[in-house]
Every structure is written in structure tokens, then in C-alpha cells.
């Protein structure tokens, strides 16, 4: 049973590019999460989305940050633009459908870490 | 009302003692609290999680000690060991409103001498 997946692990982009980030969650789990974590520093909620619906996006920067999850396919977090300010690691969740009784657990993948030079 | 605190920021601890770790919260809302476990380049993993109705839980050397009324929860490892070293997150949801996102707090990173 394979866990939150993430790709790519790592990731360099310079000032102005776009970054792409990819999470497929836990086979069975409807429900992603996003999170940045700066260095030395906890994680902060992004955005969390389930199947082609956004359903909190109150952590998401006003501008440049997008977040969407298909029908089909992975989760993306879409970084426009990106400045030196982005370099963090972020971190997708994904949790199981509501009523089993892991229901409030999140599980993590093994996160992407971006730095923009 | 949506932070999470935790103390201390980093913990020294020898081989077989005791780690604790402390947090504390505001918002009454929040129901669910789980603690996680970070090494190096890697995600958050699951250790031990703990609902409001129960005031301890134990899995393990793993304890969470929770206090309603002063709206505080701790970590215990007991017989800590070497492999024990990594950064420790507490966090904060509401349960009843599912799907919510997690608080977490800033992190404690624990270091367990041979």
C-alpha cells in the first residue's frame, strides 16, 4: 500500500519560472492537503482540495500560488513567477473519507524541496 | 485563537531518560491532537494522536498527557533512545468540522545522547 507520493523531490528553478508540484495521495483517500515549511521552522497550511474542488485556500499567498486536483491525476501546486521568498519545502497530505475512524489523520508524503536561485 | 505553542525548541536528553515536550493552545474548538515525528529531508510521519474525552494516551514509549481545562498537551518518551533524535510537531484541529486543516506548532528538536 504506497503512501502520499510527491514528485519531484527536488526542484530548482530561477527568479521568474514557474514551479510545478505533484502529489498523488494514499489509494482511497479523497482529500489533499498542502503545506510550506521554511528551514527550521513548523508547517504552515496552504490550501487543502478535494476532488476537483477547492475547499480552504485560506493559507494560500494572494497571488502567483494555485492549487488544483482533478478527477484524474495528481494534485498540483503551481508556484508562478517564483521568487527567493519560495524556497521552502512543501509538503502534501492527504487524508481517508469521512466516517472510518482515521478519519481526522493526516499522512504525509516525503515532500518537494524548492529553491529558486 | 489559531496558534499552537510548543516548548522548548530543542531538548538534550540521555540515553533511557525522559523527553517532554509541551504545547498549548487557544482555540476551544480544536479536538483532535496529534503529534508528529520529522528526521532530515523527510515528511511528517504520524505518532501518536489524542482526543479531548481521554486525558492520557500510551502507545508504546509514546504518551500524550492532555489537559482540557488548561487547554494543554505533552509528549512523553519514555527509555528515549539515539534513534528517538529528530524534530517533534504537535498540532491542533477541529474534528467536528472535518477536513479541517492541521495548526502546528513551531517544532522541538530532540536530541538523544549515546
Known amino acids: 500500500n504506497a503512501g502520499v507520493m510527491q514528485n519531484p523531490r527536488h526542484l530548482v528553478r530561477r527568479r521568474g519560472q514557474e514551479a510545478r508540484l505533484r502529489c498523488s495521495p494514499m489509494k482511497g483517500h479523497s482529500h489533499v492537503y498542502w503545506y510550506r515549511q521554511l528551514p527550521e521552522e513548523g508547517l504552515k497550511f496552504m490550501v487543502y482540495l478535494q476532488k476537483e474542488n477547492i475547499i480552504d485556500e485560506s493559507g494560500m499567498p494572494k497571488e502567483r500560488f494555485s492549487a488544483e486536483f482533478p478527477k484524474e491525476g495528481p494534485s498540483i501546486l503551481r508556484i508562478q513567477q517564483v521568487v527567493r521568498g519560495d524556497s521552502a519545502a512543501y509538503f502534501c497530505a492527504s487524508s481517508p473519507p469521512r466516517g472510518g475512524r482515521s478519519y481526522n489523520e493526516q499522512f504525509f508524503g516525503p515532500g518537494t524541496r524548492l529553491t529558486v536561485l | 485563537q489559531q496558534q499552537v505553542k510548543q516548548s522548548p525548541q530543542s531538548l538534550i536528553v540521555q540515553k533511557g531518560g525522559i523527553s517532554i515536550i509541551n504545547c498549548a493552545y487557544e482555540?476551544?474548538?480544536?479536538?483532535?491532537f496529534p503529534w508528529y515525528q520529522q528526521f532530515p529531508g523527510k515528511g511528517p510521519a504520524l505518532l501518536i494522536a489524542i482526543r479531548p474525552d481521554v486525558s492520557e494516551k500510551k502507545e508504546g514509549r509514546f504518551t500524550i498527557s492532555f489537559n482540557k481545562s488548561a487547554k494543554q498537551f505533552s509528549l512523553h518518551i519514555m527509555d528515549s533512545q539515539p534513534g528517538d533524535s529528530a524534530t517533534y510537531f504537535c498540532?491542533?484541529?477541529?474534528?467536528?468540522?472535518?477536513?479541517?486543516?492541521?495548526?502546528f506548532g513551531p517544532g522541538t528538536r530532540l536530541s538523544v545522547l549515546p
Open positions: 482555540n476551544t474548538a480544536f479536538d483532535y
Open positions: 498540532a491542533a484541529s477541529r474534528g467536528d468540522n472535518y477536513g479541517q486543516n492541521f495548526v
